[in-house]
Each structure stands twice: as structure tokens, then as C-alpha cells.
């Protein structure tokens, strides 16, 4: 349908027209193909916003925790989004350690009370930030790395017991997902 | 074709760079710019490009649909309502797709129609013509594989009276069955393949149709006198001219087509296709899609054995009379161009043949309104009862006598006169100037 | 081309007067007026929107009685936001419904409360405990049942509403019930509406007929969830093409103006 536009720079037929004022008759044909362009444009929508996330994968967008059973010095993975969430139970040792840094020397500085609401409890997607594996350092026979946090072992980002990266390839910190406590040990994440 | 660069002289230079290493521009330019057509098409010329349009919708909402369905009898039929239900736009895309089907053969019966009537099956145009059929065949099989997809119902038993023809063949139709279903029954195995020949042919649709316009542009167009154009006052430049009538033609076909997907999605549809496929449970009435209408009832008008006159001895049992014969009505149309003796093309100038396409028409339509009823229906007429069976033998009968008889119509026939050129009634003169002496297709 | 035109015309003609003669064993249903036009009648009421206050009742409806028996599997309660229900009122709709998860880390189903992402619950826990609870045959789920059956909305009011007692000489096997709606007159399901059967918050009387006309309005939009937004955006594609179509015309004649 576009190729109305064409109509005035060749074809043989144009420009022996004979009916009609020439402007007038350029002007339909402008109209033509803008119209035409623009509904076209209009349908494509429909098709591409058909692959974003449907109203069922919406509605199970967030998801609720309970913290009662885990101990201190735990951590548990849940499933959120399709992604695993670190939740640790943080011993006074490990918020100890992740507050007494020099933020100013992190490679993404952060202080560790804005990457956790309350201080016992961090929440973090458990992918490294380098190239989406996941850091071991859940259980507690995991290697953890030097800083007492996850450990990727893809590639050997090492992680603190605040999700913040230390060392190796990995860009930024663990990122933090929303969430918010619903009572005292229990979150919704998302 | 020379070496070296081809002389390219567009103005564009980017075009023009282009152009000289790969001529596609020179290619659209002469094939859709400059590309000598007939001045006097009427509008039946449109269908064409807008067959071409309703294959771009069918392959384009199949492509997103595909992303969101899932080819598994526990799961397809819940993928489907996901889509119509969950998935952003997708009751629009399916309901774009469930009623371009019916679009895509409307726009392809007025285009093969239009064939007939107008003689475009004849020299030079043959295999034009039989290229024309490869594609509706394909658009058959992919359509009857698509309607399996949904799983529900009529989808099952669709797919299961359709695959069931084929153990009419003798000796080796049981085991063909089985071979199509992979498997004892239609399931698992079937919606698979079903799924993944659905999404393949339509490319091979596509490729067939630009065959079949590679074939259009060596031969050129047909059109309503069925004279061959003589010199350029009897054409004109496909663009603009055809671009917009086409454009226009095909804007308002979609207006149509967008009608019926806004405001009657499931007009063409079935009731029972939104029931789960239960292989347990028959519907009491199972139809195909509407446009196999007429082949599902020319199948069920063969109720009787063929056999050799006063021995006895059965040459076609009745089930495979009926599969035969359905083929055959398409098949038929392959040999069409040597079944038309006739030298003179347009319908216009053919009165017997007028008549006879009339016959065709309405036994097309009879056929078709005979296999959307139950096959003990009948019609009433005061007192008289004539069951349906009958009338769609009498349109099967009509259906290949109309292609039968074309040998001997050519023969008696007395064609009308000829006018001398395309330009001729168009720019005034008249028909009649050429003389009174029907003078068969020219040098075609 | 007027002739052909003529020829095509002809043709369907003959059909078309052929056809009403044909011994129909199809039921016709009572049309009734839907202010969303009937989900199955095609171009019935281009404008159509959902009576809210109809799908309120005919989901309490369905609620109350339907759902005993009938399975909505499509369903989720995330989905009566249409119906004009809040979030509040959806959660507690969903929690009113126990539902079995599971496995957790034990290996154990579970019981939990509803939630809005949750599909209605089902009356029975699968198909074969429903038929084994109903003499044998499954009751329908209702998800699609509007578009399921011929006739649509209006076959459901007939159904609701065609319950009697059996014309002399038709015998009603046990376990049956007449039903002048049902093909075949015998349906396994016993009378489900009563006059008063349910008490509507808006204060509508529930007669049998009220109750049959909001429930089948509840059932077209489960069976149709996106009419209104189809009728919508249909009035500009529409408008859109005619608009469109208009300008080929002009340009059609602009073009051809020196040929004819």
C-alpha cells in the first residue's frame, strides 16, 4: 500500500494525469499512504505487546515468605519470578562485618542498611550480577569466598554477607528485589 | 545475463549502489511498476492480491500464536484459552486467525472462480492454473491440520473422520491410518506432527504463490474479454493503477474480514469446537469447516458399491467410491485446460458455458449447504419427502458434468463475436468492429 | 460484470430459497435482550457492555448454587475485577476457599487459603469423582458453556427455566428430570433454581427467571471475558478502514481519472 508514494517521482502513467488539480491529487495520495503507514504502524502493536507477560504470569508477580522457621545463620532460597531469592538469617557477625566497611572503596558502594530492612534479615535475587549464575554460599558447607557471603564459581565473583561485590568480574551487587515485611517474620516479595 | 555491474539509474544513490549489485529494484520496478497489464479489469482481479494479504495476517498471527501454544492433548486445549484469555491481545490475534482462515478461502473460491468463469486456465495459462490448485491443496491440508489444533471437539473428530478416509484405500489402509496417527487412535502423536506440518506449510504456500506469480508475469494477466492485449493502448502500468485499485479493493475486503472478527467471531465457528476433545464422547452431528462443505458432501453422496452390471462383482466399495470421488473434484481441476476444447475464453462470449458455470455454481452451493446437514436430513416439500442424499448426488452429478461435458460444449458451441482488442469497447468503437467471425485467443 | 454479478446472485438464491424448507430437528430458543448482545448471535449489539450489576448476582448465583456441582476451570478469582469486585473483595472472595498445595519440603500436600491468582475451586477433584458423585456422568464445567452450546445465553435461560412436569405418556427414567430445553427432554440435573433460592444484596427479587437471566450473563462473560474490550476497539478498526477505504477511493479516481 505504500507504494502510493511513489506516484509522483515515476510510473510511466503519472505524469500524463489529466483529471484533477495536480495538488489536490498529490494530496489525496499523501493522504493515502499516511493514513495507510499509520494503520499499519497501529497493527503492529497488538502483535508485540502480546509477547510481554501475560495477566496469569502478572498475577503471580509477588510472592510471600514465611521467616518463622529459619534460624539464625540460615538462609533458604525461594523461588520468585522464576529466579531464586537468597533470604539469610544474618548473625550478629555477619551485619557486623557488613557494616564496618569503607563504602567509598566498593566497586558499586552501598551502605548495608540500604540493602536491608531490617539488619538480621537480607534479601537478595540470588544471580550474579556478571553473567546470571548463581553464587553458591546457601548452605553452610558451601565456599563462600573471603568476605563470608556467595561465591560464584563460573567465573569467581566473590560476594559479603551483604550481596556486594568484592571481587571478581561481576559488575554490581546482588541485586536487592522489592519487598516489604508484612509482619515480623513474614515478607512479600514483589 | 552479462558480467559486471548492471547500469542501474535511479536516483537515489544508496538504491542505486544497491541496485547495480543485487537488481531488485529493477525487478520491482518492471515487475510491479512498469509491468504491462490489461486496461479492463473489473474487480473479481482484486482477489488475488488480497489472497496474497490474507496469507501475510495467517502467517503473521500464527507465528505469535505458535509462542503461546502448546502442541499436547492435556495441555492445548487450556493453551488456547490461556491466549484468549491471559495473553495481551490474544483473543484479537486468534480471532484474527480463526476467521482469516475463512477470509484466506473466501478471497481464494472468488479468485478460482473468477479463473473459471473467465477462462484464465486456458493456453498459455496452464500451468498457471495447475500451480493455482498446488496452492489451494496445500491451503486445505494446512487448514484441516490448523482446525485439529484447539482440541476440542470437532477438532478430535474432525481429525478422526478425515484420517479414517484413508483406510478405504485396499490392502494398505489400515496401515497408512496408523502411520498418520503414530499411534491407534488421533492423539498425542497426531497433534505433534498436526502442530509442526501446520507451521511449515504455509512457507511452503508462500513459495508456491511466488511461483505462481513468477508464472503470471511470463505469461501476463487474463482478463474479463479474454483477448490477448495487442499493443500498449490495451494495457496500462501496473502502478499506479492496479496498486490502488488493488490498495482499495483489498481495504475494503479487510473491512469486511474486520467486521466479522469484532462483532461475529464465531460465526464461521462450532459450538461444540469449545468443548474439551473427549475420545469417548461423539458430538451428534459432526461438520467440517465450512469451506469443505462441498467435498464432505460430495464423499457422503456415494452410498452405493460400484460394481460390474449383472455379475455382481464389486469394483469400488461405496466408502472408497466416496474418497475417490472427493479427490476428484479437485483433482479435476488439474486437467481442466485439456478438458476445455473451447478456443474462446471469457465466459461472456460462451453462452452455453455461461450456463453451464451457472449449473456449477449452484450445485457448489447446494453441495455445500448439503454437508452442513445431518446425513438423514430431507427436505419438505407439501407432502413429498426428498432426502438430502439425493440432492447431493444430483450436485455431485452437476459438479463433474459441468467439467465432463466442457469437451463436447466446445464443439457445439456457437461463441459470440469477438471484439478486435482490449482497447477496442473500451475506447469506443464497439465490439463488433472486428468482424462477425469469433477469432479464437489471437497468438496466444 | 453485471452479469456475472447476476450469475452469483442466482446461484445463492436458489439456495437460499431451497433451505427453509429442510426438516430442522434443532431446538429454537426464546430470544431475550442482553445488554452485552448475545456472545453466539453475531453482530447482535455492536455497543454491548456487561450489565455489572447482573454479573454480580449471576456470580453469587453460580456461587450458591452452581458451583456444588459445576466446575469454572478457566476461571481465576483475579478475574471478577471485571465484574466491578475490588481487591480487598477478591482476596476475601479467594480466601473463603481452601486449597490443596503442594509438595512442600517434606513431601506433603498441603491445605492453604485462596488466593487471587488462584483458578475457582473445583466441587470435585477430578473428573471421574464427579461423575461417580453425579450417577455416572460428569456435570459440565461451565467455563465455556455459553459458547459451547447452540443457542448461547438464551439456551441457559431456557434451561434454567424449562423444568415441568412430563407431557402425559412420556416416561421420565429414574434419575431424570423433564426439561422441555434439553435436546432429548431428560436432563440428570434436578431443578437447580427456586424462587427465593438465593437473597441478592441489591435487593432484585430472585425469581427463577431474574436468577436464570443474571446467571446466563455471568456465564457470557466467563465464556467471553474480552466482548467489551472487542466492541471497543472494533469501532476504530471500523471506522479506521472506512476512513481509510474512502481516501483509496478518492485516490482510485484521482488515478484512473484520465482513463475513463
Known amino acids: 500500500m505504500a507504494d502510493t508514494t511513489q506516484t509522483a517521482g515515476h510510473g510511466p502513467g503519472s505524469g500524463s494525469h489529466s483529471g484533477g488539480d495536480p495538488s489536490r491529487r498529490d494530496f489525496i495520495y499523501l493522504a493515502a499512504a499516511a493514513t495507510g503507514v499509520v494503520g499499519a504502524a497501529v497493527t503492529v502493536w497488538p502483535f508485540i505487546d502480546s509477547l510481554n507477560p501475560a495477566a496469569d504470569t502478572l498475577a503471580l508477580a509477588s510472592t510471600d515468605v514465611d521467616l518463622a522457621p529459619v534460624q539464625v545463620g540460615q538462609s533458604i532460597t525461594v523461588t520468585w519470578r522464576g529466579k531464586p531469592v537468597f533470604i539469610r538469617h544474618r548473625t550478629p557477625e555477619e551485619i557486623k562485618s557488613a557494616t564496618d566497611v569503607n563504602v567509598s572503596e566498593l566497586r558499586d558502594p552501598q551502605k548495608d542498611a540500604d540493602r536491608a530492612k531490617k539488619p538480621e534479615w537480607l534479601v537478595v535475587v540470588g544471580i550474579c550480577t556478571h553473567l546470571g549464575c548463581i553464587p553458591l554460599g546457601q548452605k553452610n558447607s558451601d565456599p563462600r569466598g573471603e568476605y563470608g557471603g556467595w561465591f560464584c564459581p563460573c567465573h569467581g565473583s566473590v560476594y559479603d554477607t551483604s550481596g556486594r561485590i568484592r571481587k571478581g568480574p561481576a559488575p554490581r551487587n546482588l541485586e536487592v528485589p522489592g519487598y516489604a515485611f508484612k509482619t515480623d517474620t513474614s515478607i512479600r516479595i514483589g | ?444 | 460484470m453485471r452479469r456475472l454479478r447476476s450469475l452469483i446472485l442466482a446461484g445463492l438464491v436458489a439456495v437460499a430459497a431451497a433451505a427453509p424448507a429442510v426438516a430442522s430437528e434443532e431446538m429454537e430458543y426464546p430470544k431475550n435482550e442482553w445488554s452485552h448482545g448475545a456472545v453466539t448471535r453475531g453482530f447482535s449489539n455492536i455497543f454491548g457492555t456487561f450489565d455489572r450489576k447482573a454479573l454480580q448476582r449471576g456470580f453469587q448465583v453460580y456461587k450458591e448454587v452452581c458451583s456444588a456441582c459445576h466446575s469454572m476451570n478457566l476461571l481465576s478469582y483475579r478475574n471478577l475485577s471485571a465484574l466491578g469486585y475490588n481487591e480487598a473483595e477478591i482476596t476475601a472472595i479467594a480466601a473463603g476457599y481452601d486449597m490443596t498445595d503442594g509438595p512442600n519440603d517434606e513431601g506433603e500436600m498441603f491445605t492453604r487459603k485462596g488466593v487471587p491468582a488462584d483458578h475457582f475451586k473445583a466441587p470435585f477433584p477430578n473428573e471421574k469423582a464427579a461423575a461417580a458423585a453425579n450417577g455416572g456422568k460428569a456435570p459440565p464445567d461451565l467455563s465455556l458453556i455459553v459458547k459451547a452450546r447452540k443457542g448461547g445465553e438464551d439456551y441457559i435461560v431456557a434451561l434454567m427455566t424449562g423444568f415441568e412436569t412430563a407431557p402425559a405418556g412420556f416416561t421420565v427414567p429414574s434419575g431424570g428430570n423433564y426439561n422441555k430445553a434439553f435436546p432429548g427432554h431428560v436432563i440428570a440435573m434436578p431443578p437447580p433454581l427456586s424462587d427465593g433460592g438465593v437473597t441478592f444484596a441489591d435487593g432484585t427479587k430472585a425469581t427463577v427467571e431474574q436468577q436464570a437471566k443474571d446467571v446466563a450473563t455471568f456465564l457470557a462473560w466467563a465464556a467471553e471475558p474480552n466482548l467489551e474490550a472487542r466492541h471497543q476497539m472494533g469501532l476504530k478498526v471500523m471506522i479506521f478502514l472506512i476512513v481509510l477505504a474512502g481516501i483509496l477511493y478518492a485516490a482510485k479516481r484521482a488515478v484512473w481519472a484520465d482513463q475513463h
Open chain 2, 1 to 444: 545475463m552479462a558480467h559486471g555491474p548492471a547500469t542501474s539509474s535511479f536516483k537515489n544513490p544508496v538504491v542505486n549502489w544497491l541496485d547495480q549489485r543485487l537488481p531488485i529494484f529493477t525487478m520491482i520496478q518492471k515487475e510491479y511498476g512498469v509491468f504491462p497489464t490489461p486496461r479492463n479489469f473489473n474487480y473479481f482481479w482484486n482477489f488475488g492480491a488480497i489472497a496474497m494479504i490474507m496469507l501475510v495476517t495467517m502467517i503473521v498471527s500464527g507465528i505469535v500464536l505458535a509462542m503461546h501454544y502448546t502442541p499436547n492433548t492435556n495441555l492445548a486445549f487450556n493453551s488456547v484459552e490461556r491466549i484468549m484469555r491471559d495473553v495481551n491481545f490474544g483473543w484479537l490475534i486468534r480471532y484474527i486467525h480463526m476467521n482469516g482462515a475463512s477470509f484466506f478461502f473466501i478471497a481464494v473460491y472468488i479468485h478460482i472462480f473468477r479463473g473459471l468463469y473467465y477462462g484464465s486456465y486456458k493456453k498459455p495459462r496452464e500451468l498457471l492454473w495447475m500451480v493455482g490448485v498446488v496452492i489451494f491443496l496445500l491451503m486445505m491440508a494446512t487448514a484441516f491440520m490448523g482446525y485439529v489444533l484447539p482440541w476440542g471437539q470437532m477438532s478430535f473428530w474432525g481429525a478422526t473422520v478425515i484420517t479414517n478416509l484413508f483406510s478405504a484405500l485396499p490392502l494398505v489402509g489400515q496401515d497408512i491410518v496408523t502411520l498418520l496417527w503414530g499411534g491407534f487412535s488421533v492423539d498425542n502423536p497426531t497433534l505433534n506432527r498436526f502442530f509442526a506440518l501446520h507451521y511449515l506449510l504455509p512457507f511452503v504456500i508462500a513459495a508456491v504463490v511466488f511461483l505462481h506469480v513468477a508464472a503470471l508475469h511470463v505469461t501476463g494477466s487474463n482478463n474479463p474479454l479474454g483477448v490477448e492485449p495487442k499493443g500498449p493502448q490495451d494495457t496500462l502500468p501496473f502502478h499506479p493503477y492496479y496498486t490502488v485499485k488493488d490498495s482499495f479493493g483489498t481495504v475494503v475486503y479487510l473491512a469486511i474480514f474486520a467486521a466479522f472478527v469484532f462483532y461475529a467471531p464465531n460465526f464461521f465457528g462450532e459450538p461444540d469446537n469449545y468443548i474439551q476433545a473427549n475420545p469417548m464422547v461423539t458430538p451428534p452431528h459432526i461438520v467440517p469447516e465450512w469451506y469443505f462443505l462441498p467435498y464432505y458432501a460430495i464423499l457422503r453422496s456415494i452410498t452405493f458399491d460400484i460394481s460390474i452390471p449383472f455379475t455382481g462383482l464389486k469394483l469400488i466399495e461405496a466408502k472408497l467410491g466416496g474418497v475417490i470421488a472427493m479427490f476428484g473434484s479437485i483433482a479435476i481441476l488439474f486437467i481442466l485446460p485439456w478438458l476445455d476444447t473451447s478456443p474462446v475464453r471469457s465466459a461472456r462470449f460462451r453462452p452455453i458455458f455461461k450456463k453451464g458455470i451457472l449449473a456449477f455454481l449452484v450445485a457448489f452451493f447446494l453441495l455445500m449447504y448439503v454437508g452442513a446437514q445431518t446425513a438423514d436430513a430431507a427436505w419438505h416439500l407439501g407432502g413429498l419427502e426428498i432426502p438430502l442424499v439425493y440432492v447431493g448426488q444430483l450436485a455431485t452429478l452437476v459438479y463433474f458434468g459441468f467439467f465432463l461435458s466442457l469437451p463436447f460444449v466446445g464443439l457445439i458451441e456457437k461463441p459470440l463475436p469477438l471484439p478486435a482488442s482490449i482497447a477496442k469497447p473500451v475506447l469506443g468503437g464497439g465490439a463488433s468492429a472486428a468482424g462477425a467471425t469469433a477469432k479464437p485467443m489471437e497468438k496466444a
